[in-house]
């Protein structure tokens, strides 16, 4: 029997959030609280981040809307 291992989902750290998609932390919080912006996970204590599937989409989604 083969056994199968799933890759963990690729993460996005702040600085790259902050790098790609170019609005303030707190407008971001703001859109995640509204459902409009992919939700973060809380990797640790005092650090979160973003699955980068997620955010690809979301970004994708925009350039598709203009």
Do not use: C, K
């Amino acid at each position: 029997m083969a056994h199968h291992r799933t890759l963990p989902p690729e993460l996005i750290l702040s600085a790259e959030i902050m790098a790609r998609v170019p609005y303030s932390s707190n407008h971001l919080r703001r859109l995640e609280a509204q459902g409009d912006f992919p939700s973060r996970v809380r990797i640790g204590a005092n650090r979160v981040a973003w699955l980068r599937d997620e955010v690809e989409q979301w970004l994708t989604e925009r350039m598709e809307g203009r």
